[in-house]
Every structure is written in C-alpha cells, then in structure tokens.
C-alpha cells in the first residue's frame, strides 16, 4: 500500500531537480502516521507509506525513494530478510536504507550493516536527527543518480562522436584515388587516429605529362579538420584557385594559403606537400608548407640509390596569407621511390619513454624493399613494435610512388 503525503513529479529529469522521497515500510500505521507528521513540515520531501512489507519491493520501483525507512519486526516477513531482498534486487541495491527497530541491540545492528543497512535508528527518533539523515543518505544517492546519468550521457555522446568520426574516415579514405600500376605505380595507407586527425593523401595528372603528388595534414582532430581536408582536395582536382599554375608547386601553396586563410577556417590551417612529376623529364618538382620532408630513393638502380629528403622553407598553409613559397626539383634516376608522409609515421614514443628519431625514420625508409612485403605494411609493423600498441595515436598516413 502506497499513500503519497505529497504528489512526486511524473518525470524526475533532469536528476538535479529529483526530490527528497522516503519510504516507510512498517507493519504499524500508527509509526507511519508519526512519521507522516515528522516530515510534514518540510514541504520539499516526498512521504510514500508501505504497511504490507510483502509489497515493499513493488512500491520502491513505483516510488523510487531517495532513501528507505525500514522497520526490523513486521508479520509475515523478518527485517533483516527484506533488507536482503532490497540490496539483491537491482533497481533497489543502492538506494539507502535506514533501519529503524525498537531496541538498541548491538549484534542485531551489526548484523544490519553487514546485509548492507546505511544507518541504524531506535524509533522514533528525534525529528530534527531523523531529517538530518533523511537529507544525508538522499543527498549521497542523488549525487550517485547524477554521476550515473552524467556517465551513461558521457558514453552515448562517445559512442555517437565514434560512430561520426568513423564516417568522416571512410569518407576521407573514399576521396584517396585508386593505387596507380603501369609506368608509374602507387600505394598508400590511410590509417586513423580514434580522434582521426584530418590527414589524406592524393594524386592525379594535371595534364598528359604532369602527375602532382600531395599529403594534406589539418592541424587538430576531429570532424572539422575532416572537411578541411576534403575542401581542400576538391579544390586541387577541380583546380579552381584562380591564377594558378597547378604544375607549379610554390604557386599552389601560396594559391591555398590565400584561399583558406586560417581566420576563416576556424582558426584550422594545415601542413602540406605537394610536388608535380614529369614524367618526359622524369623531373620532380616541389613545395611545402610546414611539412616533413619527402623522402626521395633515386639512382641508376635500387642497389645504387641515394636518398634525397625533398623539403622548402615554407609556412603552414592558411597560417600567413600572402607569404611566399619556393620550389625545389629533383630528376629522378632509372630507380626512382618516393614516400609523402604526416608526422604520424615516425612521432613515436617508444615503449621505453625514448622517441623514435627522424634519422632513424629516415634511415628504416632507405632500406632495400623485402620482396613481397609492402614498405609502408613494413613501417606500419615497425610502428606498432616501437609503441607497443595497435592504436595509432596520429592518423598514419602515407604515399609511395614508384617511377620506372
């Protein structure tokens, strides 16, 4: 039997406003009564009466109390078995329970707290001490519906985040062309950070001779840095920057660094590399904007290859508007391997604290290819060993062209 003093709210949300609701659970209509008329004058707490302690569970899940007033002496079932059943049943385990009992009896006592009582009263007991209580244990398991609340809101906007950050990866990895075979071939991995860090990589030929060569790295993580990264991809195929030689390399950086300017992209500039490729002249000409340094593998054959890094002083992109670029070239011997990278290849710290060394990158990339191993599959093992984790901290992205 349920007689609410005052009407509880039908929807208790947000937590912060759930008021202080007790339950009485006592054979004796008279103690429900005196209790009644304890609290009666603090109108901010909610009084639900159950005489018939074998409906004692049914109410709880109606009511939820923010704290349980249980005698210990009741017909049909004992005190200290009810408290069991309210601490195994799991929408009841963790709402306090106050035991009231009419004796105060050590080994009864600690035998309630040992089933998982929170506090033990001889009844009645003072109104003041018994409000106090009541505020204390309601205080505490309200915080705790909050805390729970917070983390469930916390892991469906996580899971939510995770399943918007997935999307913008299979989007930015759909955007990178297909590997080229033939005169000249490609390859590449796309392998994102949980964060996904808006790295991406692309090629595509400028005209019949020219192939441009390009790495994109957004500063940041997330979805934005995501859609910063496909804007400007889109605008290098359709090569729509006005005035722009797009087999010029200095050219399309300071071109870029004009069209997204940072203060209009959200305070978001980004890393770049770009080269164009002649395949007549087997010329390789480049720029780079903050970047790391393309490493160039050419000689007469791979056995006589020398190892070229392929970097310009440059600005990031969008960070300085109408600053300069400048270009660099390099021929391409009958042998010719290029890898373009973020700085998530090789930004590693190592599973002894130390971090792997742009040397020791470099030299790793300028070893003789294992036949039948992929390059980049190998730097990707070697990263993974070196951090001890298949997680990537920084989206991994890498290009390796091959010129025969």
């Not at 302690?53 to 078995?81: F, N, W, Y």
């Not at 062309?177 to 692309?202: C, N, Y």
């Not at 305070?267 to 164009?276: A, R």
């Not at 490729?277 to 007469?300: F, K, M, N, V, W």
Request: proline share 6%; hydrophobic share 40%.
């Amino acid at each position: 039997m349920s007689r609410p003093d005052k009407p509880a709210p039908k929807d208790i949300s947000p937590l912060t406003e759930r008021p202080v609701t007790v339950l009485l659970v006592d054979d004796q209509a008279i103690i429900g009564e005196a209790v009644r008329r304890l609290l009666a004058g603090d109108k901010d707490i909610v009084f639900h009466y159950c005489q018939d302690p074998t409906e004692a569970i049914k109410t709880a899940v109606q009511v939820r109390p923010t704290v349980i007033l249980q005698d210990l002496v009741m017909p049909e079932i004992d005190g200290l078995t009810l408290l069991r059943f309210f601490k195994a049943n799991e929408a009841t385990r963790d709402i306090p329970l106050i035991v009231l009992s009419t004796k105060e009896e050590p080994k009864v006592k600690a035998e309630a707290f040992a089933l998982g009582a929170n506090d033990y009263l001889v009844k009645l007991p003072d109104k003041i001490e018994l409000i106090a209580r009541i505020r204390h244990h309601s205080a505490g398991y309200i915080n705790l519906l909050q805390r729970n609340e917070a983390y469930r809101a916390l892991e469906e906007s996580q899971r939510a985040l995770s399943a918007e950050l997935n999307e913008a990866a299979a989007y930015l990895r759909s955007l990178i062309p297909p590997p080229m075979a033939g005169q000249i071939e490609t390859d590449w991995r796309f392998i994102p950070s949980k964060q996904l860090g808006g790295d991406i990589v692309g090629y595509h030929w400028v005209d019949d001779d020219h192939l441009a060569i390009y790495v994109i790295d957004v500063c940041g993580h997330g979805v934005g840095p995501s859609l910063l990264s496909v804007s400007v991809v889109n605008v290098l195929r359709a090569q729509t920057l006005p005035r722009t030689d797009f087999r010029q390399p200095a050219e399309v950086l300071g071109a870029l660094s004009e069209a997204f300017d940072m203060e209009k992209q959200n305070n978001t500039y980004f890393t770049m590399w770009y080269g164009v490729y002649d395949r007549r002249e087997r010329l390789l000409t480049y720029s780079s904007g903050g970047h790391p340094p393309a490493i160039l593998l050419s000689g007469p054959s791979p056995a006589e290859a020398e190892v070229h890094l392929l970097s310009t002083d440059g600005f990031v992109v969008g960070g300085l508007p109408g600053v300069a670029y400048s270009s660099g070239s390099q021929t391409v011997g009958a042998f010719g391997k290029l890898f373009v990278y973020s700085d998530g290849v090789y930004e590693i710290k190592k599973t002894d604290g130390a971090w792997w060394l742009v040397e020791e990158f470099v030299e790793f990339m300028s070893r003789p290819s294992q036949e039948g191993v992929s390059d980049i599959d190998r730097l990707v093992e070697q990263v993974r060993r070196l951090s001890g984790s298949e997680t990537m901290e920084d989206d991994f992205t890498m290009l390796e062209v091959l010129f025969h």
